[in-house]
């Protein structure tokens, strides 16, 4: 991620004090473009404040807590979600033969701390901190943070964990242990999304497998317009049933 440079002054958020507005953010001719504000805390009316105006928290060792509005953002329609064939298939293998389990927050904990020790291509080290696992944590218990999990054979194999304020999915790491078992849980949400009819997962960062699976960037304007629109709508329950499958894999029949 970039480090906040020292040549241009941010503003810095004392406990409590309002966001500024989202398009007073870094633009592209500057070294860290997104970047909104510095300081403030990580508790959990900051946090709803911050997810429901389009803003994230992302900072590393050493840093003071960052917060983001990136423009333009990264966006997956559940409706446009590509699910690969082979990953469809896996899928169907696995439900028929009885070793595929979706669970969601049956250990949120757990699947934080092992997106925290995931590690990925470029970065040098996490910026899941202990800070932010406890504060997402917190998030979890206050209903609003939730796991999504992939179990195979009894076992946590992979899996996700994301945000949830009003009709708005907020997506934010993932990992895996066994081959595909995290694009299982992410496919597992979209199956959810579709069903609840939640039209929007935000995944923040641009990538080419983000958008290999229907990802499309959107202008931050726009984005902030849905999410003002999402949070006036009630948040569905977080359980996962099998029949969601069907969403996302219309052809497949329920094993007898």
Same mark, same amino acid.
């Given at each position: 991620?970039?480090?906040?440079?020292?040549?241009?002054?941010?503003?810095?958020?004392?406990?409590?004090?309002?966001?500024?507005?989202?398009?007073? =953010?870094?633009?592209? @001719?500057?070294?860290?473009?997104?970047?909104?504000? =510095?300081?403030?805390?990580? +508790?959990?009316?900051?946090?709803?404040?911050?997810?429901?105006?389009?803003?994230?928290?992302?900072?590393?060792?050493?840093?003071?807590?960052?917060?983001?509005?990136?423009?333009?953002?990264? %966006?997956?329609?559940?409706?446009?979600? $590509?699910?690969?064939?082979?990953?469809?298939?896996?899928?169907?293998?696995?439900?028929?033969?009885?070793?595929?389990?979706?669970?969601? +927050?049956?250990?949120? *904990?757990?699947?934080?701390?092992?997106?925290?020790?995931?590690?990925?291509?470029?970065? +040098? &080290?996490?910026?899941?901190?202990?800070?932010?696992?406890?504060?997402?944590?917190?998030?979890?218990?206050?209903?609003?943070?939730?796991?999504?999990?992939?179990?195979?054979?009894? *076992?946590?194999?992979?899996?996700?964990?994301?945000?949830?304020?009003? @009709?708005?999915?907020?997506?934010?790491? #993932?990992?895996?242990?066994?081959? +595909?078992?995290?694009?299982?849980?992410?496919?597992?949400? %979209?199956?959810?999304?579709?069903?609840? *009819?939640?039209?929007?997962?935000?995944?923040?960062?641009?990538?080419?497998?983000?958008? @290999?699976?229907?990802?499309?960037? #959107?202008?931050?304007?726009?984005?902030?317009?849905? %999410? &003002?629109?999402?949070?006036?709508?009630?948040?569905?329950?977080? *359980?996962?049933?099998?029949?969601?499958?069907?969403?996302?894999?219309?052809?497949?029949? $329920?094993? %007898?």
């Amino acid at each position: 991620m970039s480090h906040a440079p020292p040549n241009r002054a941010l503003p810095w958020l004392e406990p409590g004090q309002p966001f500024p507005p989202v398009d007073t =953010a870094w633009g592209p @001719s500057d070294p860290a473009p997104g970047l909104l504000a =510095a300081g403030g805390v990580l +508790d959990v009316p900051s946090l709803i404040a911050a997810y429901s105006r389009g803003i994230f928290p992302w900072f590393s060792a050493g840093q003071p807590i960052l917060w983001w509005s990136t423009d333009p953002r990264m %966006v997956l329609e559940p409706r446009a979600f $590509r699910l690969h064939r082979s990953l469809r298939k896996t899928i169907q293998k696995m439900r028929i033969e009885g070793r595929l389990d979706i669970r969601f +927050d049956h250990d949120f *904990e757990r699947v934080i701390r092992a997106c925290a020790q995931t590690t990925r291509d470029g970065q +040098d &080290g996490t910026w899941i901190l202990p800070a932010m696992v406890q504060a997402y944590t917190r998030l979890h218990h206050a209903g609003i943070a939730h796991s999504v999990e992939t179990w195979i054979d009894g *076992e946590l194999a992979g899996g996700l964990y994301c945000i949830n304020l009003g @009709s708005m999915v907020y997506g934010e790491s #993932m990992f895996s242990r066994q081959s +595909d078992a995290s694009k299982m849980a992410l496919a597992a949400l %979209v199956a959810f999304c579709r069903a609840k *009819e939640l039209p929007l997962i935000d995944c923040q960062q641009n990538t080419p497998h983000l958008s @290999s699976l229907g990802g499309q960037l #959107m202008h931050r304007a726009d984005f902030c317009r849905h %999410v &003002g629109g999402a949070m006036s709508r009630p948040a569905p329950r977080w *359980e996962f049933q099998p029949i969601y499958w069907q969403e996302v894999i219309p052809e497949h029949r $329920r094993p %007898v």
